[in-house]
């Protein structure tokens, strides 16, 4: 692959990096920015854009190399995996240094380094930590909560009557997915920050899950109660609706780590990045309906 491109987006199919190119197009020409996806079958949708697409896994170091050549700058959109994230980021570095890439930028969690919650972050750490060690130029973008982690629970809520977790009074500033993806894009595209900048970004606007659930029965017109549990019991629940251990596990300790307040934030590092504040949880809620 010879042909050179300013920007590439990994995990571009993805919810989050398919919205990065989205915002990348309205910023730049489609014939600067590339995706990287896992699958060829993912490369219509994107090349229809007139993006240029390179096929690698985070697991096949060569193709990851290969997929780099003649690239400048690199969004890396932590994987979906849990348990193997680190390796495979390792994996998407040390292509990346070996490639000539001259930046990179990496979608963390909020607050990663000094975070209560104890099964997301240890995976991005080590991965700020190896992006710190490589050598590369790059920034960390360490999001708060997407709106659409809580909305996705929306239909669940209604056919129930009701909504659980364990996040006792504790709140979540999140903004919408597209707003996160939007900040991305403007900083893979803008002058470039120092190297190791770290963007703590977090939504204008919080919300307690009773709030949440209030909103939810004012906008549906359904009576909708929350109901706090412990955590092993909100853990056991989940599993018992259907969701893989480790994925249970992980929401379980995101909502401990959230009433802690692992996931509030008045940094308004993100509505600053957009020039607008971010999107209220409240529309993305109503949208969701």
Do not use: C
Not at 4 to 24: D, N, P
Not at 94 to 113: E, P
């Amino acid at each position: 692959m010879s042909d050179t491109l300013k920007y590439l987006v990994t995990g571009a199919s993805g919810q989050l990096g398919s919205l990065v190119i989205e915002a990348l197009l309205a910023r730049v020409p489609a014939a600067e920015i590339g995706a990287l996806v896992r699958r060829p079958e993912a490369a219509a949708p994107l090349e229809a854009k007139g993006v240029s697409v390179r096929v690698a896994s985070y697991d096949d170091p060569a193709a990851l190399e290969a997929a780099f050549a003649g690239v400048e700058r690199v969004l890396l959109v932590s994987s979906s995996e849990v348990g193997k994230r680190a390796a495979q980021h390792e994996n998407v570095i040390d292509a990346a240094k070996r490639a000539g890439v001259r930046f990179v930028a990496y979608t963390s969690i909020l607050r990663a380094d000094r975070s209560p919650l104890t099964v997301l972050p240890s995976e991005h750490v080590a991965t700020e930590q190896a992006l710190a060690a490589s050598g590369l130029p790059y920034a960390l973008l360490r999001n708060g909560w997407y709106t659409e982690n809580y909305t996705m629970g929306v239909p669940l809520a209604l056919e129930h009557g009701g909504l659980i977790g364990t996040i006792g009074d504790g709140r979540v500033s999140s903004a919408s997915r597209a707003d996160y993806a939007e900040a991305a894009a403007i900083v893979l595209s803008s002058d470039l920050p120092a190297t190791g900048t770290v963007y703590e970004l977090a939504g204008d606007t919080a919300f307690s899950l009773p709030e949440f659930a209030a909103a939810l029965s004012e906008l549906s017109g359904q009576e909708i109660a929350y109901t706090d549990m412990s955590f092993e019991a909100y853990q056991a629940a989940l599993i018992g609706a259907g969701l893989p251990a480790p994925v249970a596990e992980m929401l379980a300790d995101s909502e401990k780590g959230a009433a802690q307040g692992g996931l509030y934030s008045q940094d308004k590092s993100l509505s600053t990045l957009l020039g607008r504040p971010t999107t209220p949880w409240r529309d993305t809620l109503a949208a969701a309906l």
